[in-house]
């Protein structure tokens, strides 16, 4: 396999191995004492050792910071600036997940902030508060092809004290180097892959049903789902297909790019869930995906068969591509219904409604929802209905 390095939209060295440039990031961005921000799991794994280690080849001091969770949380984010500053680190290494790649973006924000996070939200011009010249450089190395938070200009985090995930945005949260080693995502298990998978695609298909005029998104969407289409089932069947690797960071990549458009309700509905029920995010875009699409119907059909024929279906209508998401998630074994996951009496409906119309991705959606139109459309997720 050929390794590529892109320039958009930002420094990416793509290819087998590639993780073995590491040293050379940091010597370009001038970090000398690099902080990995990844999790538990990963931290013990080797390649994460590897990967200390080709930096202390090249006598590059590495510290770790490894207790990130799942769904991430405002506590790693001063934990992780707490051991920035203790350890006097200049750079971060963004290492994982969606959850390592978003800690660690914060933790290399945060380092050099006098303002709490939340201050930060991605609400108006809040970004504008920031000290732009005390952000820590950031080099990011994705594990997952799902999140692509690795091309991202914000992190989702968990306020604890609300119980609200929360967007937090600034433009210099874009990584300076982002490394796609499709090698580091070979051991992923099955299911994760799925789901991480499933979470790429619904970054590119909310992007490309965005409204407003973003012709260089609508492009960027429309591969990633075609991308996703090709070798999607391959990664999950057959791990350890390099190639297939290799284009599902890709496609997470460009769906992340993509949606600085803008997403909508399935993310709206997702962020509630994750953040009360601790459903994995890519599960949860996966089961809420039909739902939302029928629901929007109206407003997305001409662009869902644009999708269909891009794709080369054989039947370019919205039912057809409705068809194609439950064939798939089908194919990748994963629930049809939220209360396959969620048990009834854990379910407030009422809480999560009302998160759901003020998560920030609910202003990307493309027909104009009310508290009822979230209900309605988690009732449908529990109980199968699409129609």
């Not at 006598?59 to 969770?69: A, D, H």
């Not at 299911?191 to 998978?197: F, I, Q, S, V």
């Not at 991705?361 to 109980?383: A, C, F, R, V, W």
Request: net charge negative; charged share 20%; with cysteine.
């Amino acid at each position: 396999m050929q390794k590529y390095n892109w320039n958009y939209p930002t420094t990416m060295w793509v290819g087998k191995n590639r993780i073995n440039d590491i040293a050379m990031a940091c010597e370009g961005l001038g970090i000398t004492k690099p902080l990995l921000v990844t999790d538990k799991g990963l931290a013990e794994t080797e390649i994460v050792k590897n990967t200390i280690s080709i930096l202390k080849e090249k006598n590059i001091s590495t510290k770790l910071y490894s207790n990130v969770v799942g769904n991430p949380t405002g506590n790693n984010v001063n934990e992780g600036v707490e051991s920035f500053k203790k350890n006097n680190c200049d750079g971060v290494i963004a290492f994982g997940g969606g959850s390592g790649l978003d800690v660690g973006k914060a933790v290399a924000f945060m380092s050099g902030q006098t303002l709490p996070i939340w201050d930060f939200e991605d609400v108006g011009d809040n970004w504008m508060k920031a000290n732009a010249e005390k952000i820590a450089p950031i080099i990011a190395v994705p594990t997952t092809a799902g999140t692509g938070s690795e091309t991202g200009r914000a992190s989702v985090i968990l306020n604890e004290e609300t119980g609200v995930k929360n967007i937090i945005f600034h433009p210099k949260f874009l990584p300076s180097i982002v490394i796609l080693d499709p090698v580091l995502t070979v051991g992923l298990p099955s299911k994760l892959t799925a789901a991480t998978g499933m979470d790429a695609l619904a970054h590119n298909l909310e992007a490309y049903c965005a409204p407003g005029y973003h012709p260089m998104a609508d492009g960027i969407a429309l591969e990633g789902i075609r991308i996703i289409n090709e070798w999607l089932l391959e990664a999950v069947n057959n791990g350890s297909n390099i190639e297939a690797r290799q284009n599902m960071l890709t496609a997470a990549s460009m769906g992340s790019t993509a949606f600085q458009k803008g997403l909508g309700a399935i993310h709206s509905l997702s962020h509630p869930v994750n953040a009360l029920n601790n459903i994995h995010h890519g599960l949860s875009n996966a089961i809420f995906m039909p739902y939302v699409l029928t629901y929007n119907k109206d407003a997305i059909e001409k662009k869902i068969i644009k999708i269909c024929d891009y794709l080369e279906f054989k039947d370019c209508s919205f039912n057809s591509f409705i068809q194609w998401v439950l064939d798939l998630r089908k194919k990748l074994d994963m629930p049809h219904k939220l209360s396959e996951v969620i048990d009834e009496k854990d379910f407030d409906i009422d809480r999560l409604s009302k998160m759901a119309l003020a998560d920030p991705s609910t202003g990307g959606n493309p027909k104009k929802l009310t508290e009822n139109d979230m209900k309605i459309m988690y009732q449908h997720s529990m109980t199968g209905k699409l129609f």
